[in-house]
């Protein structure tokens, strides 16, 4: 009797304690985006910026746009504070992830300045550049602003019919 209770109550708490999501990374793409620079230099002074919530991992690739007509660098900045550099890619290419985290849990602000250098069509100016970012965060942010769902129908019926055969025995016995 004592065993058949131990486990019932074991599987009960099982069931009642597996995580409700998961609680690993999500990483979004954003863009495209095209940006036409007049500043006279190399670097771009309009910045892509997008907004992110993490509980800490942050990571970010730039994936240059295939309509570029020479090399391209993103610098990477986290609230206004160059967090990393990407090398300078080829028009199509991806710079793999880039780890500028961690950052403290809550919103943040990610930016992409681009860099230029002579090849291809630029001669000493950069006029334009583009593409997607990519952006990996710890899932558990995102999943904190949704509301946190009930055990379901299918776990509601385990925990009754795991209590009724664990202490239904015991009950009729007093």
């Known amino acids: 009797m004592h065993l058949r209770c131990a486990l019932a109550l074991a599987a009960l708490a099982t069931v009642l304690s597996a995580p409700l999501g998961a609680q690993g990374l999500v990483t979004t793409t954003y863009g495209p985006f095209s940006i036409t620079t007049a500043t006279g230099t190399q670097l771009s002074g309009p910045l892509y910026t997008v907004n992110v919530t993490t509980t800490g991992t942050l990571r970010v690739q730039y994936n240059a746009s295939a309509g570029h007509c020479s090399d391209v660098r993103a610098r990477i900045q986290v609230d206004g504070v160059e967090r990393g550099v990407t090398a300078f890619l080829s028009p199509g290419q991806s710079s793999g992830f880039v780890d500028v985290g961690p950052v403290p849990s809550g919103a943040h602000t990610v930016a992409l300045q681009g860099e230029g250098r002579v090849s291809g069509c630029n001669t000493g100016t950069l006029v334009g550049w583009g593409g997607t970012m ?41």
């Open 134 to 174: 990519d952006v990996t965060t710890s899932a558990a942010a995102a999943a904190a602003s949704e509301p946190i769902p009930g055990p379901g129908l299918l776990a509601t019926f385990l925990a009754f019919a795991l209590g009724a055969y664990a202490f239904g025995p015991w009950r009729r016995r007093r």
